[in-house]
């Protein structure tokens, strides 16, 4: 349910309730290879996400493929693809996966790192 949360707060361009499904010691990474971000911590990535939010209604992504994969009762990790069929004005289609870290906290699953790859124009089937 977590990245469908995401994604549903995405959509709204909300980066409140994007920030608040993940960890405080979050990770983030996206982008390119040889030029991606990567940023540690909540402050980083709520600053990035209200500086990056949207129109509503521009990001119009989907999810799909869902793995998730238990290491502990608090721990998990996972993948999923995301992508944004869509093209409005201010925005291009894309579609990509993200490999994610779970961590319940409190008895809430939250992120504890977000990493998205695009499948084009290049493809890690490593995931590294």
């Known amino acids: 349910?977590?990245?469908?949360?995401y994604v549903w707060a995405s959509a709204r361009a909300?980066?409140?309730?994007?920030?608040?499904?993940?960890?405080?010691d979050c990770d983030f990474e996206m982008g390119p290879p040889g030029s991606r971000v990567q940023l540690k911590g909540k402050a980083a990535l709520l600053e990035l996400l209200t500086r990056m939010a949207p129109t509503p209604g521009v990001i119009l992504a989907l999810i799909s493929n869902q793995t998730v994969e238990m290491q502990g009762p608090d721990t998990a990790?996972?993948?999923?693809?995301?992508q944004n069929p869509a093209a409005p004005p201010a925005n291009s289609p894309f579609v990509?996966?993200?490999r994610d870290e779970f961590r319940r906290v409190g008895g809430t699953w939250l992120f504890r790192a977000r990493r998205f790859w695009s499948y084009s124009p290049l493809f890690d089937p490593s995931g590294s």
């Not at 990790?77 to 995301?82: A, I, L, N, R």
């Open 96 to 98: 990509g996966y993200y």
């Open 14 to 24: 909300d980066a409140v309730a994007m920030i608040a499904l993940f960890t405080e």
């Open 77 to 82: 990790s996972g993948t999923c693809v995301m």
């Open 1 to 5: 349910e977590l990245p469908a949360r």
